[in-house]
């Protein structure tokens, strides 16, 4: 089994990325960790060079896209028939996801166009904003929205809607207990709800 994140700020190694490892990190060592046998990755499209689906429609003809970028490296990292979940992290923009963050997911469109290659994956949003309440429900349920559009099955922190993070915390994003812990909440269930469902 196999569990990938998606950092989709523009910057590296900054607030949402650091929220997503730590959720990644309970995926992997909370509960029965050891016999779970979950494999976690985490790409950061913070490098990487892509824009949105141009509607070309060539995925209707195969899983493919007609853009030569660098979303191509992508493809068959989510095609991957391990893969049992997505934990998508984004920064909040005017109250909703990056542009980053909803370029990627239109470019996803082609799995959805094939067979609907996401159903029944598990689905995980974080959201980190500038203000402790700065949009990030909002950007979570927005998430979800395309995740249910995938017909993936959405994966809350067992209180919430997943992970929300305050980047501008006086004392710096890593002081932020709270966030920390729905990030880290985020990937316990994650993890409970990929053993349940896949054993
Ligand atoms: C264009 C832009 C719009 C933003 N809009 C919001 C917003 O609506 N609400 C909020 O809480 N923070 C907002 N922020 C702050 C970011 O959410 C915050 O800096 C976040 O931590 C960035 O994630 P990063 O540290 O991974 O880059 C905005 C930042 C930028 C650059």
Redesign the pocket.
């Given at each position: 089994m196999k569990i990938i994140g998606v950092a989709a700020?523009?910057?590296e190694n900054?607030?949402?990325?650091f929220l997503l490892e730590q959720c990644l990190d309970a995926v992997k060592s909370t509960g029965e960790a050891s016999e779970r046998h979950i494999e976690v990755e985490l790409i950061d499209l913070a490098p990487l060079k892509f824009q949105g689906c141009i509607a070309c429609d060539a995925c209707k003809k195969g899983v493919l896209c007609s853009q030569q970028d660098d979303f191509q490296s992508l493809i068959p990292k989510f095609a991957d028939p391990e893969l049992v979940g997505i934990i998508m992290a984004t920064?909040?923009?005017?109250?909703c996801m990056t542009s980053r963050a909803k370029a990627f997911i239109d470019r996803t469109v082609l799995y959805r166009r094939n067979g609907f290659m996401l159903k029944n994956k598990l689905g995980g949003v974080i959201a980190?904003?500038?203000?402790r309440n700065?949009?990030?429900e909002l950007t979570v349920q927005a998430v979800h929205a395309a995740m249910m559009i995938h017909d993936m099955i959405i994966v809350g922190d067992g209180d919430h809607f997943g992970g929300a993070?305050w980047?501008?915390h006086p004392d710096g994003?890593e002081a932020d207990t709270t966030g920390i812990a729905s990030a880290r909440n985020l990937g316990v269930r994650m993890g409970e709800v990929a053993t349940t469902l896949r054993g």
């Open positions: 700020s523009p910057r900054k607030s949402t990325r920064p909040v923009y005017m109250g980190v904003g500038g203000s700065g949009g990030q993070g980047a501008n994003y």
